[in-house]
């Protein structure tokens, strides 16, 4: 067994070869995305490259390179938990029924891993940090292993974090930690350009304390190695690359750790799911004497507990919240927004009426057994959008008020919330007809929204129910700027009453319109949603 250990490194890198090779004979559209994402990926990575080469002798060169390190090595942390499919080899579990010791196969692991878009980008901004920081000889022959040490620990730790996860990441309760990744992306972009506009105006010295600190973190260390030999501090870097080794060493020795456990222990993350949900009664019950009676409590209780239970749902849901809260809020810290970026929060949740039945996918059939007449149809609708309205409402407002806190414009907030239910109103009519007029299939695995084929159906739904929402708006934005234009600002408060009686009015009028057709069309609107 011993003896035929060190051939099983070969033969993990071909099966990731083969592996990349016969994903991109699955289909024509696949090879096309991945060569496309492949070139993108090295163009970026070469302008990255080019880039920290540039900053060769900049006094803040070693500041942007080790911040960069540290932000990578987060990145390759985070990834596994937030894309667990996305990269077939990072589930150990599919080999724990080969006859394989830990140690080599780790060995094996780490090596195969090299192979790909990940580790080649990593090496070309590893590389670039090394040529920036290497000043003189001996620097140049630390930066050799620097630049291997940070590609390693940024793959071992990927791996760890996977394997140490891989069996939550693979259950059905797993998969809800791909909803963060919506939160994540939109918190990041909005501090990311909030990061670069601060950075803007004061520069690069205020992330000089940061940078003294993160250089001290492995893989930052190793790169931080390199800046230190330039400058004489040979101990200093000794210790760095020494710390760089021991973070290795300790990945490796976790990664190897999880991989006998998963070896020699049953998988256990089910065991949960077998006992009763002791909570779920009481909660139904508390939840049901909040809402009406009747069908229209029934429909609300159903979509709440979509928004709670369904992966895909959620993921809209808290991506809508995040991102809502967070463009008016930024552009109010940030001093350049304005009191009106308050409607984005009620313009963001109003985008979840769209599609409604494609939420359902095929238990939309359930759903359609029980409509068979025109007033069905419409509770049924009115339901779906009191549901919405049960969380949207507090939310909106609370946004309205904290972005007017925020720019000290208290005078404008009956206005702004005033325009804020008129456009929710608005947009919750538009949903409804869009939502039988335009139903389209979500799939349930993956990460796409959309299933083949119906793409036109999404842009026409959205898009054209957004450009309608707009249109039906229009009277109480009139109305606004009548005031603001006849200096008759002391009257703006008349648009929060007009703004919530529109809003309701115009949700009304579209659960009624939208009632026959959703009657009429049940066979087609079921076929449609239970595609893909």
């Known amino acids: ?20 090779r016969n994903g991109l004979r699955q289909s024509a559209g696949r090879r096309a995305a991945y060569i496309a994402s492949v070139t993108v990926a090295l163009l970026f990575a070469a302008l990255q490259l080019l880039g920290l080469i540039a900053l060769r002798g900049n006094e803040h060169a070693t500041t942007v390179c080790v911040l960069l390190v540290a932000l990578l090595a987060l990145g390759w942390a985070v990834m596994p938990l937030f894309f667990p499919s996305g990269d077939e080899t990072l589930d150990p579990t599919r080999l724990v029924m080969l006859p394989l010791r830990p140690r080599p196969l780790v060995r094996a692991l780490l090596v195969a891993s090299l192979v790909g878009i990940g580790p080649l980008f990593t090496l070309c901004l590893a590389l670039g940090a090394a040529i920036a920081l290497a000043h003189g000889a001996a620097a140049t022959v630390v930066a050799v292993p620097a630049v291997a040490l940070t590609v390693l620990v940024c793959v071992a730790l990927a791996r760890a974090v996977a394997a140490a996860n891989i069996r939550l990441l693979t259950s059905r309760k797993g998969r809800d930690l791909a909803v963060l990744s919506g939160l994540v992306i939109a918190v990041g972009a909005q501090v990311v350009n909030f990061g670069a506009q601060k950075l803007g105006s004061s520069g690069l010295d205020t992330l000089d304390p940061a940078a003294d600190v993160v250089r001290w973190i492995p893989p930052a260390a190793a790169l931080g190695a390199v800046d230190s030999v330039g400058d004489g501090s040979y101990a200093t870097a000794t210790a760095q690359l020494a710390l760089t080794v021991a973070a290795l060493v ?10 006998t456990r998963l070896m020699t222990t049953p998988d256990g993350s089910t065991l949960a799911a077998a006992e009763p949900d002791k909570g779920t009664s009481r909660t139904s019950g508390a939840l049901g004497a909040l809402l009406p009676q009747g069908r229209t409590g029934t429909v609300m209780e159903r979509s709440l507990r979509y928004v709670w239970r369904d992966p895909k749902t959620k993921a809209a849901w808290v991506t809508s919240l995040a991102i809502g809260l967070i463009v008016p809020l930024f552009n109010a810290l940030q001093g350049t927004g304005s009191v009106y970026f308050a409607c984005f929060a009620a313009g963001m949740l109003g985008i979840l009426m769209y599609n409604q039945f494609g939420q359902d996918t095929s238990a939309f059939w359930m759903v359609a057994m029980t409509i068979s007449s025109t007033r069905d149809a419409y509770v049924e609708l009115r339901g779906r959008a009191l549901a919405l309205l049960l969380i949207t409402l507090p939310y909106a407002t609370l946004v309205t008020v904290l972005t007017t806190a925020l720019l000290g414009a208290w005078h404008a907030l009956p206005e702004v919330l005033g325009l804020s239910l008129a456009l929710l109103g608005a947009m919750l009519a538009t949903g409804a007809w869009s939502s039988t007029r335009f139903p389209y299939s979500i799939p349930q695995e993956g990460y796409k929204n959309v299933a083949p084929g119906q793409a036109g159906l999404a842009w026409i739904s959205i898009f054209g129910g957004m450009v309608a929402a707009a249109l039906l708006c229009a009277p109480v934005i009139a109305l606004a700027i009548w005031l603001h234009a006849s200096s008759s600002d002391a009257w703006t408060w008349l648009l929060l009453p007009v703004g919530a009686l529109y809003g309701a009015a115009v949700t009304e009028a579209g659960s009624r319109l939208a009632a026959p057709r959703l009657a009429r069309r049940l066979p087609e609107i079921l076929a449609a949603v239970s595609k893909g």
């Open 1 to 20: 067994m011993s003896a035929a250990a060190p051939g099983i490194t070969p033969v993990f890198v071909r099966l990731k070869l083969s592996l990349l």
């Open 250 to 259: 300790a990945l490796l020795a976790l990664w190897q750790r999880s991989l």
